[in-house]
């Protein structure tokens, strides 16, 4: 591999990565990265490859350990989960990142088109994604930006063999990652969007299991009723409205959309503003839809 920093030139599509990878086309927009649909030409399978420049990092001792750092994802075996394949650090201090190709397209694609899904597949797709997050913390990690841009849902199938939405969560770790490998400190600037961050991170608290929870839970409450939780487009008018400890009822947010109250109550438990009243895990919130998808 060569020392020299990457360039555009080196992004464009017909060139090779690490020997193998050739590069087809830019696929979807990555918050820290370029996010490019590849050809493993040693296994002829499509997969996405993630390139995270040098100048993100401040020098390659960083760029090895957030490659250690995601390189522990590759453990991660769930349908919910998009597969981490293989991660390499540049001489240069760039790092490249190749999973599965996301199927479909992101929720927030979906909503921009059409609107609040239906209670019932919001279950489905929720048990699913849980369940995912249940195969994250169990190895000690926390995704740590779970937001509809990171939520692919496959629209092609019906669901699996459980009756749960084929939905995955992309881009785990990157963001809590990054930060550890910056020795930013585990109290820090806000880590993730403040839209779907939980109150604690505001005050600089890392991404831990119950903030992942808060995340998923704001995108279920998005889902089925079309709108997020708190009213407010800045980060002061944000921080404010989540002072309230408890969540706003999803009528108040959205009279015109009807919700069962059981799935209200459902997803109210992941958004409580003091974690300690917030679901203790994903496992507890996964048993929680289970019986609401009872009584639909």
């Given amino acids: 591999m060569t020392d020299a920093p990457l360039t555009l030139f080196d992004l464009a ?8 990878y050739e590069i087809l086309a830019s696929h979807r927009q990555g918050g820290m990265s370029a996010a490019l649909r590849v050809r493993d030409n040693e296994e002829g399978l499509e997969r ?8 993100l990092l401040e020098n390659a001792g960083q760029a090895g350990e957030f490659a250690e750092i995601l390189t522990t994802w590759q453990s991660i075996d769930s349908p919910a989960v998009n597969r981490v394949r293989e991660v390499v650090a540049g001489n240069d201090g760039s790092l490249y990142m190749v999973t599965d190709l996301p199927p479909g397209a992101s929720l927030r694609s979906w909503l921009n088109e059409n ?16 369940a995912g997050l249940e195969a994250i913390h169990r190895r000690g990690l926390v995704h740590g930006d779970i937001k509809p841009h990171t939520i692919h849902l496959d629209c092609a199938g019906a669901g699996d063999a459980m009756g749960e939405e084929c939905a ?3 881009d785990g770790g990157i963001t809590p990652g990054l930060w550890s490998a910056k020795h930013l400190g585990d109290r820090t600037a806000l880590i993730g969007t403040p839209f ?11 991404p831990t299991v119950q903030s992942d929870v808060y995340n998923l839970a704001t995108v279920l409450f998005e889902l089925v009723t079309g709108v997020l939780p708190w009213k407010g487009k800045s980060f002061i008018e944000i921080f404010q409205a989540k002072l309230d400890k408890q969540p706003p009822s999803m009528r108040g ?22 974690h300690r009243d917030r679901y203790a895990s994903a496992d507890l919130f996964r048993r929680e839809l289970a019986a609401v998808a009872v009584e639909l």
């Fill in 48 to 55: 996405e490859m993630q390139v995270f420049p040098a100048a």
């Fill in 196 to 206: 779907y961050a939980p109150m604690e991170q505001f005050g600089g608290d890392s």
């Fill in 253 to 274: 947010r959205a009279p015109q959309v009807e919700v069962p109250a059981e799935l209200e109550r459902a997803i109210a438990g992941g958004l409580m503003g003091d």
């Fill in 168 to 170: 995955v969560l992309v």
């Fill in 13 to 20: 599509p017909g060139k090779t990565l690490l020997g193998r």
């Fill in 115 to 130: 609107g609040p899904m239906e209670p019932e597949r919001v279950v489905r797709l929720g048990l699913g994604l849980l």
